[in-house]
């Protein structure tokens, strides 16, 4: 202000003085406005930097989240490779990382064949009776049978108590079976049916009563049913857990009919899940044939998996008598044994499972995929 007051007037000095104050001030006003400009565009661009990269990361977080493939089986002897499977992660591993497996756990068929209806499982082991069931309700469209998995391993037990020695004493009698419709369902009424025997629910005097398997064994041990057919361990389970006696071990309904084999369990797979996924599906069956072989081959070794996931499964492992007794009446093999599949049809279809009209269920089976993969395994058939 020194230099200024020798150039200017003192007349005019003090008014320009305000003057020079405001131009100062305006000089540095505009100066701060450009550097709060600055940041801010700066922060903004940091800000839709950071936006973007949060975007960017958030899109190959969501594209490299694995594939989810969800899967239904049964606590059954004779769903041994799902319970393996289940345990040890055989089927995770010949999928790969970049698929996860979610495991759904069902008492009996029916109910797995609703969550196949509802698109809530891609695959699932599945008794016969159920896999046609849903097939021919589905038109197809529920399900494709894509290998076999356990033949036998079912069995109708009898109270002493119940004085059932012949198939004439079922007259009166208390039978249950693990679910209406189910697998051992349809062949009881079937079995009823060939002896001149007739539920109550037809006008005759045999009560078929469908509950869940571990309902069977305590109704058993209480005397509130007189028998029960059952699928292993629960069979095996009536008899040393129940004081049960074998009265009819299903093989034996099957000698006239196919030999005595008949498919208990079935792999099957939704159409769409085979349609969007062939490369996993194909994958699943090679890995089914191929722990379905460790399984003939190490008999010892999976018995221990199996029961150990039994005891995770239910909270209880099998007593060692029950499961050498239910494991020699199952065969694994993954034959889905087409014949025993027809005579279920007939069955289920005499029963009013199926409708009016006699289904057309040729394509139920679908062996491509078991012959695009590795070699099947025929009953019993150990490795070369």
Same mark, same amino acid.
Not at 62 to 74: E, N
Not at 306 to 315: A, C, D, F, I, S
């Given at each position: 202000?020194?230099?200024?007051?020798?150039?200017?007037?003192?007349?005019?000095?003090?008014?320009?003085?305000?003057?020079?104050?405001?131009?100062?001030?305006?000089?540095?006003?505009?100066?701060?406005?450009?550097?709060?400009?600055?940041?801010?565009?700066?922060?903004?661009?940091?800000?839709?930097?950071?936006?973007?990269?949060?975007?960017?990361?958030?899109?190959?977080?969501?594209?490299?989240?694995?594939?989810?493939?969800?899967?239904?089986?049964?606590?059954?002897?004779?769903?041994?490779?799902?319970?393996?499977?289940?345990?040890?992660?055989?089927?995770?591993?010949?999928?790969?990382?970049?698929?996860?497996?979610?495991?759904?756990?069902?008492?009996?068929?029916?109910?797995?064949?609703?969550?196949?209806?509802?698109?809530?499982?891609?695959?699932?082991?599945?008794?016969?009776?159920?896999?046609?069931?849903?097939?021919?309700?589905?038109?197809?469209?529920?399900?494709?049978?894509?290998?076999?998995?356990?033949?036998?391993?079912?069995?109708?037990?009898?109270?002493?108590?119940?004085?059932?020695?012949?198939?004439?004493?079922?007259?009166?009698?208390?039978?249950?079976?693990?679910? %209406?419709?189910?697998?051992? &369902?349809? @062949?009881? /009424?079937?079995?009823? =049916?060939?002896?001149? !025997? #007739?539920?109550?629910?037809?006008?005759?005097?045999?009560?078929?009563?469908?509950?869940?398997?571990?309902?069977?064994?305590?109704?058993?041990?209480?005397?509130?049913?007189?028998?029960?057919?059952?699928?292993?361990?629960?069979?095996?389970?009536?008899?040393?857990?129940?004081?049960?006696?074998?009265?009819?071990?299903?093989?034996?309904?099957?000698?006239?009919?196919?030999?005595?084999?008949?498919?208990?369990?079935?792999?099957?797979?939704?159409?769409?899940? %085979?349609?969007?996924?062939? &490369?996993? @599906?194909? /994958?699943?069956?090679? =890995?089914?044939?191929? !722990? #379905?072989?460790?399984?003939?081959?190490?008999?010892?070794?999976?018995?221990?998996?199996?029961?150990?996931?039994?005891?995770?499964?239910?909270?209880?492992?099998?007593?060692?008598?029950?499961?050498?007794?239910?494991?020699?009446?199952?065969?694994?093999?993954?034959?889905?044994?087409?014949?025993?599949?027809?005579?279920?049809?007939?069955?289920?279809?005499?029963?009013?499972?199926?409708?009016?009209?006699?289904?057309?269920?040729?394509?139920?089976?679908?062996?491509?995929?078991?012959?695009?993969?590795?070699?099947?395994?025929?009953?019993?058939?150990?490795?070369?």
């Amino acid at each position: 202000m020194k230099v200024l007051s020798e150039r200017i007037p003192r007349s005019l000095l003090r008014g320009k003085r305000a003057n020079i104050k405001w131009c100062i001030f305006s000089v540095h006003f505009e100066a701060s406005l450009q550097r709060v400009a600055g940041n801010f565009n700066r922060r903004l661009g940091l800000l839709f930097l950071a936006g973007g990269a949060w975007l960017f990361a958030a899109s190959a977080a969501h594209a490299a989240q694995p594939l989810k493939i969800r899967v239904g089986h049964f606590p059954n002897v004779t769903h041994a490779q799902a319970l393996i499977g289940h345990a040890d992660g055989w089927f995770a591993r010949a999928l790969g990382p970049d698929v996860t497996i979610d495991w759904k756990i069902f008492n009996a068929g029916p109910a797995a064949v609703q969550a196949l209806f509802a698109g809530e499982i891609d695959l699932a082991y599945l008794g016969t009776g159920p896999a046609v069931v849903g097939y021919v309700k589905s038109r197809g469209q529920a399900l494709r049978v894509i290998a076999g998995a356990a033949d036998g391993g079912a069995a109708l037990i009898v109270r002493p108590q119940a004085g059932i020695r012949t198939a004439a004493d079922f007259h009166g009698k208390r039978v249950a079976s693990p679910q %209406l419709g189910n697998t051992q &369902d349809v @062949a009881l /009424r079937g079995w009823l =049916a060939d002896h001149g !025997l #007739t539920p109550m629910e037809r006008g005759g005097d045999v009560r078929v009563m469908p509950m869940a398997n571990p309902d069977q064994l305590m109704m058993f041990r209480q005397g509130e049913i007189d028998a029960a057919w059952s699928p292993e361990p629960w069979a095996s389970r009536l008899v040393h857990q129940g004081g049960g006696v074998l009265f009819l071990d299903e093989r034996e309904v099957w000698k006239d009919l196919t030999g005595g084999r008949f498919a208990t369990t079935l792999l099957v797979a939704h159409p769409k899940f %085979l349609a969007a996924h062939p &490369d996993l @599906a194909a /994958r699943w069956v090679r =890995a089914h044939v191929e !722990l #379905t072989q460790w399984i003939v081959d190490h008999e010892g070794e999976a018995k221990a998996v199996v029961n150990g996931e039994l005891k995770r499964e239910t909270g209880k492992p099998l007593p060692q008598a029950v499961l050498d007794e239910s494991w020699g009446r199952v065969v694994f093999t993954t034959d889905p044994i087409e014949a025993s599949i027809d005579q279920m049809v007939r069955w289920a279809f005499d029963q009013g499972f199926l409708g009016r009209r006699h289904p057309e269920v040729s394509q139920i089976v679908d062996r491509a995929w078991l012959e695009g993969g590795a070699r099947p395994v025929a009953a019993g058939e150990r490795a070369p």
